[in-house]
């Protein structure tokens, strides 16, 4: 595999079922999400303090069931166009925390996103000491769709960990494994090398639970001291530099994902990286 290709067109396939825009009625707050202004959360907040509208009637519940065709307003004015689906390949730098707000008010990756950028979710997450490759995208239908184990993709880590490994141990991984109550399926995990007390491992899994490989390595006696994500799937860290964002180009997205053009301009990939 070249790491230095970020979604190689040879491992690319198309996903049925993947999102296009929809015109079937919606929820409300999955309408105003789906428009890029806040997330679904924001949204029942919104309709709690009385700023949305529906054909000139403020909402009382988020549960209201709407269709493209209604008067829809966020402090009385109309809902903006929505934007056609879009994917960012992220270098996530460890130290951040894959939220818009933390209650502890660490520092978050879209904090440290460059300016410009239309407002983004993350497809699935990566956790405060971990670092790598995190998808980004404008639509929430697709973060959800490609965080679903039934896309087949892999993930693909590489980790630092403590302590003398046992390959043996690591290749019945493939069998998969439960700790502490939590079943874990099938991880592919190998030792690329023994440094003194440390070792450097690669690991690919389909599931990406929560903590996954760190539970897993540290219930295998091997705790973790550096976890990078290389792919999520076709898509690569490649050589993309630390806090660097980049577009995926809209025609990869639209041959190989059948994602749809609708509902916004053609998009170039663009690279942003910090100054």
């Not at 209201?64 to 960012?88: C, F, N, Q, S, Y």
């Not at 690591?170 to 592919?188: C, E, K, N, T």
């Not at 190998?190 to 540290?218: D, F, H, I, M, P």
Request: net charge positive.
């Amino acid at each position: 595999m070249n790491d230095s290709l970020p979604y190689p067109a040879a491992r690319l396939t198309r996903e049925r079922g993947t999102p296009q825009q929809s015109t079937a009625p919606q929820r409300i707050a999955k309408v105003l999400a789906r428009a890029g202004l806040c997330s679904r959360r924001d949204a029942e907040r919104w309709i709690a303090e009385g700023r949305v509208t529906v054909g000139g009637k403020v909402l009382t519940s988020p549960a209201v069931v709407v269709t493209a065709d209604e008067d829809i307003r966020v402090d009385g004015k109309p809902l903006p166009e929505p934007e056609r689906a879009r994917l960012w390949r992220y270098h996530k730098p460890a130290g951040l925390v894959t939220t818009h707000r933390d209650e502890k008010d660490r520092p978050t990756v879209f904090g440290a996103l460059p300016p410009g950028l239309p407002r983004l979710i993350s497809v699935g997450r990566l956790d405060l000491n971990s670092e790598g490759l995190l998808l980004l995208t404008n639509d929430g239908a697709l973060a959800r769709r490609l965080e679903l184990p039934a896309t087949g993709w892999v993930r693909r880590y590489k980790a630092r960990v403590h302590g003398a490994v046992d390959s043996a141990r690591l290749a019945a991984l493939a069998q998969g494994i439960r700790v502490s109550g939590v079943a874990y399926g099938p991880i592919r995990a190998t030792l690329e090398r023994q440094q003194g007390a440390n070792a450097w491992l690669t690991l690919s899994l389909q599931e990406g639970k929560n903590r996954e490989v760190r539970r897993v390595l540290e219930h295998l006696g091997y705790p973790v001291t550096r976890l990078i994500r290389l792919a999520y799937g076709p898509f690569q860290l490649g050589h993309l530099a630390r806090g660097a964002i980049e577009e995926v180009p809209h025609k990869v997205l639209q041959e190989q994902l059948g994602i749809s053009s609708k509902g916004g301009t053609r998009a170039h990939a663009r690279k942003i990286v910090p100054a």
